[in-house]
T-cell receptor, first 112, second 113 residues
């Protein structure tokens, strides 16, 4: 079955620390991967997406993610987090035109 | 584009009452999705429509839940009768042609007391 798993439920960092949130997927064939962010009390917003081509994808607000096919991974990174990055982050995937499957989410708390 | 529009933003109702949540997808998007988000279960897909036709409603928890999409610009999710365990944030999302990501609405925070 298609699934997306996120390694950490909660991450706590200090401002300026580097961030890496893990995401693994299990899909056969073509896969499209996404990272969404949900700020407190708000809806999900798309951070970045991977369809094909360059496996290093750059998104908004300084985030990037790398698609590593051999590891079935699509980890989210940011070199230096800010307090305003406090949010919940969701990895999601779809194969072809199937529905989007979300991971359980990772709550990131950045302390000033 | 105004994005995906949901109403109401907040709803507080008593157990046993009927609740109707509304969604207007992005114009031109042909797929619409209803999700429920809770602390315990995360994001759950309840039902989705393609070209106004329900494709998969296997996520709808019980017969108390029903969803309709009478036209391309409007969908409703109804809970009748509502129960306290239905308290959650309900998100609507839409998608256009191709394997694009979804655009989410701002959600409806439902509290059943």
């Amino acid at each position: 079955a298609q699934s997306v798993s996120q390694h950490n439920h909660h991450v706590i960092l200090s401002e300026a620390a580097s961030l890496e949130l893990g995401c693994n997927y299990s899909y056969g064939g073509t896969v499209n991967l996404f990272w969404y962010v949900q700020y407190p009390g708000q809806h999900l917003q798309l951070l970045l997406k991977y369809f094909s081509g360059d496996p290093l994808v750059k998104g908004i607000k300084g985030f990037e993610a790398e698609f590593i096919k051999s590891k079935f991974s699509f980890n989210l990174r940011k070199p230096s987090v800010q307090w305003s990055d406090t949010a919940e982050y969701f990895c999601a995937g779809t194969s072809g035109y199937s529905t989007l499957t979300f991971g359980k989410g990772t709550m990131l708390l950045v302390s000033p | 584009d105004a994005g995906v529009i949901q109403s109401p933003r907040h709803e507080v109702t008593e157990m046993g009452q009927e609740v109707t949540l509304r969604c207007k997808p992005i114009s031109g998007h042909n797929s619409l999705f209803w999700y429920r988000q809770t602390m315990m279960r995360g994001l759950e897909l309840l039902i989705y429509f393609n070209n106004n036709v329900p494709i998969d409603d296997s996520g709808m928890p019980e017969d108390r839940f029903s969803a309709k999409m009478p036209n391309a610009s409007f969908s409703t999710l109804k809970i009748q009768p509502s129960e306290p365990r239905d308290s959650a944030v309900y998100f609507c999302a839409s998608r256009g042609q191709g394997p694009e990501g979804y655009t989410f609405g701002s959600g409806t925070r439902l509290t059943v007391v």
